[in-house]
């Protein structure tokens, strides 16, 4: 997977390439993430998770820290839940995000001064993830869906869609509706 990145974009690691993943590192991956970001969206955390960890190191470095709300009762939403109550951005759509960076789609931290047409250019930054792949599938461009229905056509989680659906939308492939319904964009 490092050489496929590698080719299409960057690997980088304070870490000697080969190195096996151990918890004990990811903080620090969890830094150079959130250094390397405009922003950083936490979806799901428990009250004692990595995400949050991420969430620290992104307040540290002057990055804004956007939170999607969760169940009161939830135990995988209350690390979100209380990133909310101490000031992240409320998400619940890719717009939320786009309006507080002061992006449009289609447009990175270097594209600001560009003409308008390049910035709402239709562009997939990135590879897609199996799971992205597995929820697009289940997308039309003329048949709304909602989050239960993709979570139960897919065999994913309910949470683990709308992480994969939020991906899949800052990668302009798929566009939110009135209802928490969503469509492949064309």
């Known amino acids: 997977m490092a050489e496929q990145i590698a080719t299409q974009g960057a690997v980088v690691s304070e870490y000697p390439m080969g ?3 151990m918890a004990h590192n990811f903080p620090r991956r969890n830094r150079l993430i959130s250094g390397l970001s405009l922003g950083v969206v936490i ?11 991420t969430a620290d190191c992104a307040l540290e470095q002057g990055r804004e820290v956007f939170a999607v709300p969760g169940k009161a009762d939830a135990s995988t939403a209350q690390g979100t839940n209380q990133l909310l109550k101490q000031g992240a951005r409320l998400v619940t759509s890719v717009e939320d995000i786009i309006e507080e960076l002061g992006l449009e789609w289609g447009q990175g931290p270097g594209d600001r001064g560009q003409e308008e047409t390049t910035k709402k250019t239709h562009t997939v930054t ?3 993830s199996a799971e992205e792949q597995t929820v697009l599938e289940q997308l039309c461009a003329d048949e709304p869906i909602d989050m239960d229905a993709v979570s139960s056509k897919t065999g994913l989680p309910a949470s683990k869609c709308a992480s994969v659906m939020l991906g899949l939308e800052l990668k302009r492939l798929v566009k939110q509706l009135p209802g928490k319904q969503f469509v492949r964009w064309n």
């Open 19 to 21: 190195m096996e993943p």
């Open 43 to 53: 979806v799901e955390a428990a009250n004692r998770s990595g995400a949050l960890i």
């Open 126 to 128: 990135g590879l897609m």
